[in-house]
């Protein structure tokens, strides 16, 4: 019984020389973060202009440190560009847009003035990003209705959301990413339905320079590198 031929749906579909579709799916934002070993080793640090935030002296000697301890969901959309290449290959352009998340939880407390309310240690930022995925798409052979696929290639990402001067955490804008993941496509009656889960990995330091004064530069003079990564689950519909 495992073995039965089963009705094949949509046998001309991959010899379809381009196809579009849209794509929906949910996302994780993440940092790598890489600390200075304490704060005065950063250059940017001035020893004469010692910062006091929430009662604590950010003196030359002090260890400020932070991390992403929880992943914040968020949501993705995107439209489906799919060059067929050979048998095997396909050569896709998925740009989209996708909103996101990061709380950074620091060891000393945060003084945002730009919150109404107090945060204790935590951080938040939120993204909009602008994705132009260029993708290559290499498939396995078809098994009935399903076949499994693997996906990589490299991205640019845009946040549009950064006002910048007065975020305690400036970060740039542009950050060119390599992706890589796995599928399976699933041929429906109509149409072709895509279950992918995706690493997109950040190759630049987006870490800015501080806000504008007399905000604190405590919070982005802490790090010397941070690189921004995604992990994304899909829902292709072509």
């Not at 993705?76 to 950074?104: A, C, E, H, K």
Request: glycine share 8%; with cysteine.
């Amino acid at each position: 019984m495992a073995q039965k031929v089963l009705l094949k749906n949509l046998t001309t579909f991959d010899d379809k020389r381009l196809h579009f579709g849209f794509s929906l799916g949910v996302n994780t934002t993440d940092f790598g973060i890489m600390h200075y070993n304490v704060i005065g080793d950063n250059p940017n640090f001035d020893p004469n202009n010692i910062e006091v935030v929430g009662g604590v002296a950010i003196t030359a000697d002090k260890r400020v440190r932070a991390d992403i301890v929880k992943m914040n969901p968020g949501f993705t959309v995107g439209i489906v560009t799919n060059l067929r290449l050979s048998d095997s290959f396909d050569l896709r352009f998925l740009p989209g847009m996708s909103f996101g998340s990061r709380s950074l939880t620091y060891n000393i407390p945060v003084d945002d003035v730009n919150s109404a309310v107090s945060t204790g240690n935590m951080y938040s930022i939120k993204s909009t990003f602008l994705d132009f995925p260029l993708l290559v798409k290499y498939k396995a052979r078809r098994m009935n209705n399903q076949r499994p696929y693997i996906v990589g290639g490299v991205s640019s990402k845009i946040d549009i959301s950064k006002t910048g001067k007065e975020d305690l955490v400036r970060l740039k804008s542009r950050n060119p990413s390599i992706e890589a993941g796995m599928g399976w496509d699933m041929y429906m009656q109509f149409f072709r339905l895509s279950t992918e889960f995706k690493f997109c990995f950040g190759l630049r330091n987006i870490l800015d320079n501080g806000p504008k004064e007399p905000m604190p530069q405590v919070y982005t003079n802490a790090f010397s590198r941070i690189s921004s990564n995604m992990f994304i689950l899909s829902f292709h519909f072509e």
